[in-house]
């Protein structure tokens, strides 16, 4: 078989593994990326394994090298957003409010780097013809809009995330951490056996880890 062959059937075979190996411990998530960085960085894996697979000049142990180290570097990110809020923050972004209870927030547009333009497009391409039916809008950190309609229910406020307080949130709501510790004895729990807990309807909805026997 052609040398040139050869080269680019091991290549392959390499690059392969190293997607298997990424797929697996990075889950399911890298499959449909929420976070513009999972995107991009999807796109930047599929062109340094891509692009030296038909170069006979980059040799196999660089292409293995590149890709791992890309890889590897997604998967700590992953790693850290998913331990630590304010690393998800910072990669991430977080959601910003743009109407709230049916006005307009000017001052979020420039920190959502929006035009009002394209906030207009982006509400008439979700079938809502006009501001004036709408009572909430937030532009999330992956470019999509969350909406809430005048008269729907109102959505639920994230308290704590992955065992973390959401100060931002609290502050939003003008409550406190003292208070959120006070709520959770009340239903029974330490602040430090919540895993996710939300705000809807004027109740604290408590959803603790999860411990197997």
Not at 22 to 47: E, F, M, T
Not at 59 to 71: D, M
């Amino acid at each position: 078989m052609d040398s040139i062959y050869m080269n680019i059937m091991i290549k392959m075979a390499a690059a392969f593994f190293i997607l298997l190996v990424y797929i697996n411990l990075s889950g399911k998530g890298s499959l449909a990326p929420i976070s513009s960085l999972d995107q991009v960085g999807n796109v930047v894996l599929g062109a340094i394994i891509g692009g030296p697979l038909y170069n006979p000049a980059i040799s196999i142990v660089l292409l293995v090298g590149t890709a791992s180290a890309w890889a590897g570097l997604l998967l700590l990110v992953r790693y850290l957003s998913f331990k630590r809020n304010i690393v998800k923050n910072v990669v991430d972004g977080r959601s910003i409010q743009l109407m709230k209870n049916g006005k307009v927030l000017s001052e979020n547009f420039g920190q959502a780097k929006l035009s009002v333009r394209d906030f207009i497009m982006l509400l008439h391409q979700r079938g809502y013809p006009n501001l004036d039916e709408l009572q909430n809008v937030w532009f999330e950190y992956n470019g999509q809009m969350t909406v809430v309609k005048k008269g729907d229910t109102a959505m639920a406020i994230v308290l704590i995330e992955g065992g973390s307080i959401d100060h931002n949130h609290l502050s939003e709501l003008s409550l406190t951490e003292e208070w959120l510790n006070i709520e959770i004895v009340k239903q029974g729990y330490a602040i430090e056996d919540i895993f996710l807990a939300e705000w809807h309807n004027n109740k604290l909805w408590l959803y603790p880890y999860h411990k197997t026997n």
